[in-house]
């Protein structure tokens, strides 16, 4: 019961503290699952997150979910997913109720443009922690150039990269009987 509360409070955190969608989420999963909870690993985060960014979906409830399904498999899963999705219900909730019309006074709009700048910082930093996770060798550096240039000039769908990454991943990345590289 004790893990059940722990995970419901951890999760609640990580949607009550992400603006801006499932990039911005990975900062404060990071924080609450790996760095205080240890539940699971920096490779496993990005993982989950690629696997929820080509899914249907929102992509940081995915994320939880898959997280939460590591961590105490079908209840966890949803213990993550409603605790991560609840907050933005209350939220939009309360604004439906309460603001109608918010968004037509300037101090609202400039309150909200500001996060928006808070968001993009966080997206870099967590891209660059990815790299520095992700990227290990001179075919990573590669597949992320081609990756890269073809999202930003071609506007190419992410899971045109993402499923060809995975089956060169499968032959570039071969694991013995051991799980290790």
Do not use: C
């Not at 209350?90 to 700048?117: C, W």
């Not at 968001?119 to 550096?141: E, N, P, Q, R």
């Amino acid at each position: 019961m004790k893990k059940t509360i722990e995970m419901f409070i951890a999760f609640f955190k990580v949607g009550l503290f992400t603006f801006g969608g499932g990039y911005a989420m990975i900062p404060i999963a990071r924080r609450q699952i790996i760095e205080n909870k240890g539940w699971i690993t920096e490779e496993e985060l990005m993982d989950y997150y690629g696997i929820s960014q080509v899914s249907m979906g929102i992509i940081a409830i995915n994320t939880s979910a898959l997280m939460g399904y590591r961590i105490d498999k079908e209840k966890g899963a949803l213990i993550a997913a409603v605790a991560s999705a609840l907050p933005s219900i209350i939220i939009i909730t309360v604004i439906a109720a309460v603001f109608e019309g918010m968004f037509d006074y300037p101090v609202v709009v400039n309150m909200f443009k500001a996060i928006r700048i808070v968001v993009s910082a966080l997206i870099v930093h967590t891209t660059y922690k990815l790299m520095k996770i992700g990227i290990i060798d001179l075919f990573g550096w590669i597949l992320f150039a081609v990756s890269f240039l073809g999202v930003v000039l071609f506007n190419v769908n992410p899971i045109l990269l993402v499923v060809p990454s995975a089956i060169l991943g499968f032959f570039f990345y071969p694991k013995n009987k051991a799980g290790k590289e």
